[in-house]
């Protein structure tokens, strides 16, 4: 293995760990309550299966990623729709739950066969729904250039975030042989509930005021008016800036902490921040634009 992918590898494993843990489980975690039915038996070997095509799925996307670039890169809109698929899964798995909570204590069944590959599969799935930290290691991956190296950084990110994963797994598992199923079902709903609206807020299919399609710059400043955002954990800040109609504007965004504000959606693209975003002439309004999850928003007042 080159140099390259065993640093890709490693700062892959300290994503994970550090920062993806968190974000991702919250995002992604809501596929594991497909495995949640309270049967006995076979249920840790179903975590690891899930888990194992986990790494499968990311572990190609990450070669992939290095061989062909942002060309293999979902566009806003599409990981929307995937969000939007994703949160009607959970909240689906969460009502079934929820209607066999009732019978929680009751004896546990047998395992189905069929249940050895739903759990690689829905553990593969989860690349479809990259959580904030992921799409960071993901453009490391592109910028690798390397399949080799791509497919270590991706590889690495899942092996950090496995044991909450794994945890979580752990968790579900009791719950849903308890009463406190019950309670696991309204929380795992309000998650997938959740995760749809962050893909309509992604997609902008809630929103009602028309968004430019802005030239981006990769230098600083030119000769315009300019507002400065800054990227972190908790959204932008400020949540609302103030700008002239009329006049182009220069939007700079500067990054604070890592996570999902790193990737701005403007005007239906994607900007990793840092980046400055010129702005053609507006018309007076607010112009509304969103972190690459589609979790955290912010607004251009153009007065």
């Not at 080799?148 to 990110?157: I, S, T």
């Not at 997609?203 to 430019?212: E, F, K």
């Not at 802005?214 to 908790?234: F, L, N």
Request: hydrophobic content about 50%.
């Amino acid at each position: 293995m080159s140099g390259q992918a065993v640093t890709l590898l490693a700062g892959g494993v300290v994503a994970g760990l550090v920062a993806g843990a968190a974000t991702c489980t919250a995002t992604q975690g809501g596929l594991l309550m497909g495995l949640a039915d309270g049967r006995h038996g076979r249920d840790r070997a179903l975590v690891g299966w899930f888990l194992a095509g986990r790494l499968v799925s990311y572990t190609l996307a990450g070669a992939l990623l290095g061989l062909l670039g942002s060309a293999v890169s979902l566009p806003p809109q599409a990981r929307a729709a995937l969000l939007v698929a994703a949160g009607v899964t959970v909240a689906g798995f969460a009502v079934r739950l929820l209607r066999r909570g009732h019978g929680a204590c009751a004896a546990p069944e047998p395992a189905a066969p069929s249940r050895r590959y739903k759990a690689p599969l829905l553990g593969a799935a989860t690349v479809l729904v990259p959580c904030g930290v992921t799409l960071s290691v993901e453009m490391l991956a592109v910028s690798s250039g390397s399949p080799l190296a791509g497919a270590a950084a991706m590889a690495g990110f899942v092996a950090g975030t496995a044991p909450a994963f794994a945890l979580l797994g752990y968790v579900l598992r009791r719950v849903s042989r308890t009463r406190l199923a019950r309670l696991a079902g309204v929380v795992a709903l309000a998650a997938g509930l959740w995760t749809a609206g962050s893909g309509i807020s992604l997609g902008g299919w809630a929103a009602t005021a028309a968004v430019p399609t802005p030239s981006i710059t990769t230098g600083g400043p030119g000769a315009v008016r300019s507002v400065t955002v800054w990227a972190t954990r908790e959204g932008y800040r400020p949540a609302m800036v103030e700008a002239r109609a009329g006049e182009p504007v220069d939007v700079v965004f500067k990054l604070l902490d890592r996570g999902c504000t790193g990737t701005v959606v403007i005007g239906g693209r994607d900007v990793a921040v840092p980046a400055t975003v010129r702005l053609p002439p507006q018309p007076p309004g607010l112009l509304r634009y969103v972190c690459g999850m589609g979790m955290y928003t912010g607004f251009i007042n153009f007065s």
